[in-house]
């Protein structure tokens, strides 16, 4: 059925983005790219999160307590999470995975100061080898048989 809606969505004349989102020209979620391409973003409002310098933090969902917080000028968060490189690593993976674009390899050594093979090399042949993976000179990216599978494949690489 996925395969199916990929068919007639593009035959539709919407193209597909990542896993789950299809689009018209010019018609992408900025707001979702923010997160497949592990950029930081900011959090307003009772529940909101963000990720901005590694940490990403969840403001408290408790509407009275948030205002009496905002009021004070103080913050209200109910989780905080700090992530190392390699997590950062990691997760700047398994979100770029999501696209159809894939990972961007020269990005990633940018980033991150490493080969995405070297983070990884057991998840990247054995995917390379299942045919769920393609690698070229600029990008890892996820195959058209790779999208069934995909939460398969980028769970491999947390």
């Known amino acids: 059925m996925y395969l199916s809606a990929i068919d007639r969505l593009s035959a539709a004349g919407f193209a597909q983005y990542e896993v789950s989102n299809f689009a018209q020209s010019g018609f992408r979620c900025r707001h979702n790219q923010t997160y497949w391409a592990g950029n930081e973003y900011f959090a307003f409002g009772p529940g909101a999160a963000r990720y901005i310098g590694g940490v990403r933090s969840t403001n408290c969902r408790s509407i009275p307590r ?17 992530l190392d490189a390699q997590d950062r690593a990691r997760e700047f993976i398994m979100l770029a995975l999501r696209t159809v674009d894939g990972l961007d390899r020269k990005s990633f050594w940018n980033r991150f100061g490493m080969p995405v093979e070297t983070l990884a090399p057991d998840a990247v042949q054995r995917h390379l080898a299942s045919g769920l993976l393609e690698l070229t000179a600029d990008h890892l990216r996820l195959t058209r048989e790779g999208f069934l599978l995909a939460d398969t494949v980028t769970v491999d690489f947390l």
């Open 66 to 82: 948030w205002l009496r917080s905002w009021q004070q000028g103080l913050p209200c968060l109910d989780d905080s999470e700090q």
